[in-house]
């Protein structure tokens, strides 16, 4: 009888083994311009409202589609108004809405001027193709930002701004060194 079991226990972790497959999920990792409107002030309220722009990254993992959940870091930096520095480092959660079109929600600390701390939460919605053939993730589309700060006396903001992919804006340049080649 205990020949038997241990024989039935081979064979099931001989069929567990053959029946799984690798994990093929890659970092996926995204670089572009957040430009847009912003406004700042007390406790979200707008005294100063202006032009506000930020490079922003970040790297997604967990993902083997474009269907597929992400988790990752991301990183911000930007400034509102031309006013200041603002450094946001978080975490990204892509969650899959559509194939190409998901939502990615992020939160965590900020730094503005490198002295003031608070903290962000940002939502993006738009194309965001997941690379079959690559590491690099195209994105576009539209992003909504609030950072509250801890500090009294500096002011908290709420952005509205279109994401441009880093690809895109490196395009002329590329065309250029190709054509002096």
């Not at 567990?16 to 990792?29: E, S």
């Not at 690559?134 to 992003?143: K, N, Q």
């Amino acid at each position: 009888m205990k020949r038997s079991r241990a024989v039935a226990r081979l064979a099931v972790a001989a069929l567990v083994t053959a029946a799984a497959t690798p994990a093929w999920a890659k970092p996926q990792w995204n670089a572009g311009l957040e430009t847009g409107l912003c406004g700042t002030g007390a406790s979200f309220g707008f005294e100063k409202a202006g032009w506000c722009n930020a490079a922003h990254a970040d790297v997604l993992w967990l993902r083997e589609s474009g269907s597929d959940f992400g988790l990752g870091p991301s990183l911000r930096l930007g400034s509102a108004r031309f006013s200041d520095l603002r450094l946001d480092a978080g975490l990204s959660a892509l969650i899959p809405l559509f194939e190409s079109f998901p939502l990615v929600l992020e939160v965590g600390p900020y730094l503005r001027n490198a002295k003031e701390p608070g903290a962000f939460g940002s939502a993006f919605f738009g194309l965001r193709s997941f690379n079959y053939y690559g590491h690099y993730e195209m994105a576009a589309g539209l992003s909504l930002i609030a950072e509250r700060s801890f500090t009294t006396g500096t002011p908290s903001a709420i952005w509205i701004t279109a994401r441009i992919d880093g690809s895109w804006l490196a395009l002329p340049f590329v065309f250029a060194y190709n054509a002096l080649k």
